[in-house]
């Protein structure tokens, strides 16, 4: 087929431990990995040429090789190019709801996208674990987008053992539009503030991931006990972001409302978000934050959690071309 038109929903973090420091540099992590339904919408169309032209109209998406959707695409043509150069190239259209630099994994879900179309597109019927090992090159979190729904992760966030799907909870994501974290300053900073606690040799390092497979966590999670995942929201990165970013400490305050389970930043923030057992508590969570911080430059949404990573938006998305 000459097109495909992909959904590529966003992530939170219910559970986000730094473990320890690894020898390439990352961290060692153990985090409890969510889809949302909050998505952005993937169009791939062959275009004829060699190349791969990436539109998007959102000021904050870079359209160079900096973008994760460009760098996959130029991955796949790596990988395969024989059916690169039978194929051409394509156009990538990203219609970006998902906000950039916000802890919810946008641009890993867009490389995710451009992965699975052209696996499609050019008939390569790759596993989803090939997909992922291709995904886990472009970035850490790219193979949980893959696959989506409810999973742990550890690694570099690369490795996923899947939970039982989670279902009617919903999450309200607060964000300042013109507020931006680069995960990398966040994990930096975490370093520079609370490395010298860090493990690293193998056996400590299996003990802690161990202590988090048969934790707390993940047993709420397999018992779908809502009120015990609110309650055991973690994210190890707040401590170097939230000191430095003191409005979205305020922010995760005014989240703290009636009726919510519990609060946490997702990722590397600054996205905080707060749970709810209903869609009507998340409406009225939203309206009451509105109401506290009359910001312009403050972004709610109200979302469900999901079970799905990337998917086809439709088999037909484009009527066929006139010859
Ligand atoms: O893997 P990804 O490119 O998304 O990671 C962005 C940055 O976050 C890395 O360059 C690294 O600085 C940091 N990171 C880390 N440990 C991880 C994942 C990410 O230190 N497990």
Known sequence: MQSYSLIAPAKINLYLEILGARPDGYHELAMILQSVGLADTIDLRLNGTDKFRLHCDHP??????????SRAAKLMAEQFRDVFANYGGADITIHKRIPVAAGLAGGSANAAAVLVGLDLMWELGLTQSELQELGARLGSDVPFCIAGGTALATGRGEELDPLPPLSHLWAVLAKYRSLEVSTAWAYRTFREQFGSTYVSDPESLEDRRQRVHSGGMVGAVVR??????GQLLHNDLERSVLPAHPQVSQLRQALQLPGVLGVMMSGSGPTVFAL???EAQALQVREQVKAAISDPDLDLWVTEVSSTGIQLASPHPHPPEKP
């Not at 904050?60 to 959707?69: D, M």
């Not at 779908?224 to 995942?229: E, G, L, V």
């Open 60 to 69: 904050q998406v870079p359209l160079g090789e900096t973008n994760l959707a």
């Open 276 to 278: 709810t057992e209903s």
């Open 224 to 229: 779908r006990d809502k009120a015990k995942i």
